[in-house]
């Protein structure tokens, strides 16, 4: 890479890695959805073929989440309103839904993952947006067994696939079954710390045969440059994102959430036009 690029580069990535961890932890999520468009445009400056942007983004940001969804959740945990017991339910079959997303990683078109990742957002802010009173519900409460078990298994494989730690998943599941929004962002948390670290070896091993191709320092679809300058910043700042969240009341925490994922589908959507 030139000079140049580094120039453009260190610096998007830095202010990404601050930015990252206060999201992280005001949200439960939010790590992934940032980080993965702010990699996704270091990735096209860097020289990164097309075929494997998205994918060293993805790699790169479950890597980056790994450690800071470690912080958020002993934060968030602290304050004693996370769900426990769904964590140990979901454990084995969210685990089972990353390996095998990781391991599809190699072989999903970047377009699709795009668009993927846009209707994610859309649809969760969407949701948030025009049903502000929480009407819209699946259950009075989580399912059990099977049932449950399988909605794990969901959102280890979309995780995996999307590099977005799993919470944004757990956090509208738990809400579209009356769950309340700071339980569910606190136990997002932990679902974080489950999907990620796997989740980014995963994608070490499925990209490995590129790792002498691609710049930015990579071992598969993981950059070591953006581990490097981003998960220090992003596991620092997400405390104050923790204490954030605690500030919010439950439908101005649910706004800021609207915008953010409606902002970030949209530059999705922009990508794909």
Known sequence: MSAAE???????????????????????????????????????????PVEAQMQVAVGTSLAIIAPTALVSYFG?????????????????????????????????????????????????????????????????DMPEGVALRGQGFGIGILSALLGLGGGIFSTMLMTLYNRPIHQAVATSAGIGVIVAAPAAIGYMISGHQHTQDFPLWCVGYVSVMGLFFVAPLSSFTVRYGVRLAHHFNKRNLELALVVYLLLIAGRFVISLI
């Open 6 to 48: 580094l120039t453009f580069i260190i610096p998007f990535l830095i202010v990404g890695g601050a930015l990252t961890g206060i999201f992280a932890g005001l949200f439960g999520f939010g790590g992934g959805t940032l980080l993965v468009p702010l990699l996704y445009e270091v990735t096209r400056h860097a020289g990164i």
């Open 76 to 140: 968030h945990k602290k304050k004693k309103v996370g769900d426990e017991a769904l964590l140990r339910a979901w454990r084995v079959p969210v685990l089972c839904g990353v390996i095998a997303g990781a391991l599809l990683a190699a072989y999903v078109p970047s377009l699709l993952l795009k668009i993927l990742f846009a209707l994610v957002c859309g649809l969760t802010g969407l949701r948030l947006l025009f049903d502000p009173k929480g009407r819209w519900k699946l259950g009075s």
